[in-house]
């Protein structure tokens, strides 16, 4: 039996040298399995990241709530026109309050409708679901999408040659800016700016009317707003991004030809209202019996606002797509200048918010809990006063509805479309 000693170093030379290459045979052997295991190792972990973005993509393709034969055919039908000289809009925002009564305008006349709207959960998407269901049974189909997803955007101008769009979509509110300033950058600037790439690279390219907002005048004090004074001091996030869009759609329409129309809404209610408005919740907490919070200016002086009834306002949409002149680009490409134009669209009557209160009080017959609080610095204004020359000029505008007509109209709805009788719920 060799030694300890003869094991680790062998007297006999040769055997060294067939020792060390045999070792040195196994180590390029293990070496190259090892290799080989390497490769099979990379190429099934290729494989599988292949089929995984396969499957995603493929289950984000049929998990769209957009696309195919069916839905193309909604929205050819939805857009059809049934008159003559008609238009063919593409509405944003159609589930929304402006939208869907614009839309209904629109359809009832006999233009072509196509909504797009993404049901976000800003406020009770079931009041949007139920606009919805309201323009299904006068035939405007809406898409359920993003402004945001540029391929949504490209299908449908593929189905539909649209000749105008109506621009609603946005994340409104001013006190919510506070609490989701994100969600006004993505809808408000980055969806507009979607939204006209979309527009700008059409063939041929679309008229745009979109909304803007009274709230552009922020700290302004010369009454009323006229579209000439300056709105360089927001004091919101949702103003600043307002003021955003209409420099943006500015360079849209000096670069690439695009007809630019921004309507700056003056404080808009009525039916089918938005429940994060004051009128809709001093509503429903008068009927619950809740108190609700009036805000007052400094020097303890009342805010007040020039309350816009939605039906004027819908006025005021219908005359721009009508007087708003042709895009002279196409395909992304500018011809020559095309208009850019900017309307107030208010009541020209402000109204404190107390008198509001008071209004409401008597068609609801209950009296408010009234906690009168200061203004918080949450980026609203005083007042609001709209100068409507320029639209009552260019676009035939004329409101007709008084404050205290229009209230009555929206109790009248609430108490409908909630269930109540007289402040009671319908059991």
């Not at 010369?222 to 004091?235: C, G, I, L, N, V």
């Not at 849209?252 to 809709?280: C, E, K, Q």
Request: charged share 20%; glycine share 8%; net charge positive.
């Amino acid at each position: 039996m060799p030694s300890l000693e003869e094991e680790l170093f062998p007297s006999t030379p040769g055997k060294v040298k067939i020792e060390r290459a045999r070792q040195l045979h196994r180590c390029f052997a293990s070496t190259s399995t090892m290799f080989l295991w390497a490769l099979f190792l990379i190429a099934l972990t290729a494989s599988y990241l292949s089929f995984q973005s396969f499957v995603d993509s493929g289950s984000r393709y049929f998990a769209a709530s957009w696309g195919g034969i069916h839905w193309e055919k909604q929205v050819r039908n939805s857009a059809q026109i049934h008159r003559s000289g008609g238009l063919s809009v593409l509405v944003t925002g159609a589930a929304g309050f402006v939208g869907t009564h614009v839309s209904l305008a629109l359809k009832k006349r006999g233009d072509g409708v196509v909504g797009l709207d993404n049901f976000n959960n800003y406020y009770d998407p079931s009041l949007k679901k139920a606009r919805r269901a309201l323009l299904k049974s006068h035939n405007v189909f809406i898409v359920e999408g993003d402004i945001n997803d540029a391929r949504l955007l490209a299908k449908l101008f593929d189905v539909v040659a649209f000749t105008h769009v109506m621009h609603l979509a946005a994340q409104a509110g001013v006190r919510y800016a506070m609490e989701n300033p994100q969600s006004y950058v993505h809808s408000n600037i980055a969806g507009l700016v979607t939204l006209l790439e979309t527009a700008k690279s059409a063939d041929p390219q679309p008229a745009f009317v979109w909304a803007s907002s009274s709230s552009v005048y922020g700290l302004n004090d010369k009454t009323p707003f006229s579209e000439s004074d300056r709105t360089d001091q927001p004091a919101s996030l949702y103003a600043a991004t307002k003021k955003a869009g209409e420099e943006i759609t500015h360079t849209y329409n000096h670069i690439y030809g695009l007809s630019i129309t921004g309507l700056r809404f003056f404080t808009v209610y009525g039916p089918w209202g938005r429940p994060d408005m004051a009128y809709f919740s001093f509503t429903r907490n008068i009927l619950q019996g809740k108190p609700i919070t009036v805000y007052r200016g400094k020097n303890r002086v009342d805010l007040a606002r020039d309350f816009t009834y939605i039906d004027d306002i819908v006025k005021g949409c219908v005359g721009s797509l009508d007087t708003a002149g042709k895009s002279t680009g196409s395909g992304g490409k500018k011809r020559g200048p095309a208009p850019y134009r900017i309307f107030n669209l208010g009541n020209t009557s402000p109204v404190t918010v107390p008198t509001l209160v008071s209004i409401l009080e008597k068609h609801l017959k209950m009296k408010a809990k009234k906690n009168v609080v200061d203004m918080p610095g949450n980026g609203d204004v005083p007042f609001t006063h709209a100068n409507i020359s320029s639209a009552r000029r260019e676009l035939g505008y004329k409101p007709t509805t008084d404050l205290q007509t229009g209230l009555k109209k929206f109790v009248r709805w609430y108490l409908s479309y909630y269930g109540y009788n007289h402040g009671k719920t319908v059991n």
